[in-house]
């Protein structure tokens, strides 16, 4: 109870230091918060690009229909596979005609293969997996082609990789930075308080009794912060959403992993800080 008055008492004695310290704090998590945000959006619609891989294999002309019917429920057992349709030659039709409206008279009198469609399961759906299922599905004797989209869904695959470590990069690089600010506002608490610190270990007082207000201080500074970063990011995507495009929000469990990680790095900067700092005090 004592830290946690002395560090209020830090609070009262420098409110123009603090609001300053909180105020950088808040805005370099709020940069954090947007590239979140955007990383949060990208993942979002590339998993609803992903949701639509299948894979398409094409049927001989003259297969029997119980066959067909034999081979999707066998592809459907799967591990991989999310569920498979066996596609008809007026079906295939009906669905050239409706994807390609503009261009629906080219297939007047056309005659379209029957196909298997093959939904692959979540998880499953990166280039080597899709390229292995395909594989199998050829196997069976009549099936003329496969088609999956190879080449896009490596793209894609590839851009998710990307986006995954440029989101651990540029994160790391923000909690340096809000490490790097909250330690600097500590240290400067540190020196204010050089004559009280002195006479405190003349009277028998522990590094660790001493360290612990500016502990306390820190993660209350990176709480602080991290609320104000997420009511500021919360603004932005509002603003987006009304003259943009419409985004998603972050729930409330990234929502509170957000404000523990502004405790965190508030945490480590106190101590950073305050253990390189008391040895010169």
């Known amino acids: 109870m004592r830290s946690l008055r002395d560090a209020l008492i830090t609070f009262r004695r420098t409110p123009l230091l603090s609001a300053l ?60 596979v999310l ?8 079906e295939a039709l009906v669905r050239a005609k409706k994807e390609l409206g503009d261009f629906r008279d080219v297939f007047e009198g056309a005659v379209l293969p029957a196909s298997i469609d093959v ?18 599905v050829k196997a069976f004797s009549f099936v003329d082609d496969i088609r999956y989209g190879e080449e896009w869904i490596e793209k894609l695959y590839r851009l998710r990789n990307i986006a995954g470590i440029a989101g651990i990069v540029l994160g790391l690089a923000f909690a340096g930075v809000s490490v790097i600010i909250i330690g600097a506002t500590i240290r400067m608490a540190v020196l ?37 970063a997420l009511l500021l990011t919360y603004v932005a995507r509002t603003i987006i959403d009304r003259y943009l495009i419409q985004t998603i929000f972050f729930d409330t469990k990234i929502a509170l992993l957000g404000l523990l990680f502004g405790a965190l790095i508030g945490l480590v900067g106190s101590a950073f800080s305050v253990g390189r700092h008391l040895r010169h005090v």
Do not use: C, H, W
């Open 192 to 228: 204010s308080r050089a004559k009280e610190i002195a006479i405190m270990r003349l009277v028998g007082a522990t590094d660790a009794y001493i360290r612990r207000p500016f502990l306390i201080e820190g993660i209350a500074k990176g709480v602080l912060g991290g609320l104000l």
């Open 21 to 80: 310290s909180i105020t950088t704090i808040a805005f370099s998590l709020f940069a954090f918060g947007l590239f979140g945000l955007v990383a949060l959006n990208i993942r979002e619609a590339l998993e609803r690009i992903e949701d639509r891989v299948e894979i398409r294999a094409f049927v001989a002309d003259g297969t029997a229909p119980e066959l067909i019917v034999q081979a999707a429920g066998d592809i459907a057992n799967y591990p991989e």
């Open 119 to 136: 939904r692959l399961k979540p998880g499953f759906r990166d280039p080597a997996t899709v390229k292995r299922v395909s594989a199998r």
């Open 83 to 90: 569920g498979t349709k066996t596609v008809s030659q007026d």
